[in-house]
């Protein structure tokens, strides 16, 4: 399976401030068609994930565009330009292009 | 689009798990979407499980394919999950979820999860 390895476990964040997290991957998910398959999920507090990314750098429908992820090969990260309250909670990375699909351990961001 | 998983709460050991995903706002016949189960257990990492395409294809985690039927009803609009021979491990909370499987692979809508104890 490719393991998914973020950093760090945990980030406290100052609201205005940037931030960001980083993922790597056990293996390439650089695919044949040119896209690297990494996505970001967001879990907040008793809620469900939510889509944030997808193929490391599109920005799910809704959004907001100070969050913007980058990278290639096995290195990968999601930014934050100026964190709100309400980002606060498990950010997770995911691979979906070698089965199984599979997670990071998850980055747990809270306000200081 | 909203999914809503349904259950029981507490499964014996060595018993089978069976879970329902009751889809609501389309339609799983004929949808593009495909439909998954992913869980977190209780400290850990979220884990893929299986997905079932609106025809029937299904996709399985290596990890657990032993154990594990997805399937659709497609004439009340629901998939379900089966987990055979459940142990402590199993414990966690399950969502269903629409899946891209196309040049977009991701998990798109969730469920709001359910959370699953295997105990005695």
């Known amino acids: 399976d490719v393991v998914m390895t973020q950093s760090p476990l945990s980030l406290p964040v100052t609201p205005g401030e940037p931030a960001s997290i980083s993922c790597r991957s056990s293996?390439?998910?650089?695919?044949?068609?040119?896209?690297?398959?990494v996505n970001w999920y967001l879990q907040k507090p008793g809620q469900s994930p939510q889509l944030l990314i997808y193929?490391?750098?599109n920005r799910a429908s809704g959004v907001p565009d100070r969050f913007s992820g980058s990278g290639s090969g096995t290195d990968f990260t999601l930014r934050i330009s100026r964190v709100e309250a309400e980002d606060v909670g498990v950010y997770y990375c995911m691979q979906p292009l070698r089965s199984p699909w599979t997670f990071g351990q998850g980055t747990k961001v809270e306000i200081k | 689009l909203q999914l809503q998983e349904s259950g029981p709460g507490l499964v014996k050991p060595s018993e089978t798990l069976s879970l329902t995903c009751t889809v609501s706002?389309?339609?799983?016949?004929?949808?593009?979407?495909?439909w998954g189960w992913t869980r977190q257990p209780p400290g850990k990492r979220l884990e893929w499980i299986g997905t079932?395409?609106?025809?029937?294809?299904?996709y399985y985690n290596p990890s657990l394919t032993s154990r594990i039927t997805v399937s659709v009803d497609t004439s009340k609009n629901q998939f379900s999950l089966k987990l055979t021979s459940v142990i402590a491990a199993d414990t966690g909370v399950y969502y269903c979820?629409?899946?891209?499987?196309?040049?977009?692979?991701?998990?798109?809508?969730w469920g709001q999860g359910i959370l699953v104890t295997v105990s005695s």
């Open positions: 979820a629409t899946e891209r499987r196309d040049s977009f692979n991701y998990i798109d809508q």
């Open positions: 293996q390439s998910l650089l695919y044949t068609n040119g896209y690297n398959y």
């Open positions: 193929l490391t750098s």
């Open positions: 706002g389309d339609y799983i016949s004929g949808s593009s979407f495909f």
């Open positions: 079932i395409s609106s025809s029937g294809t299904t």
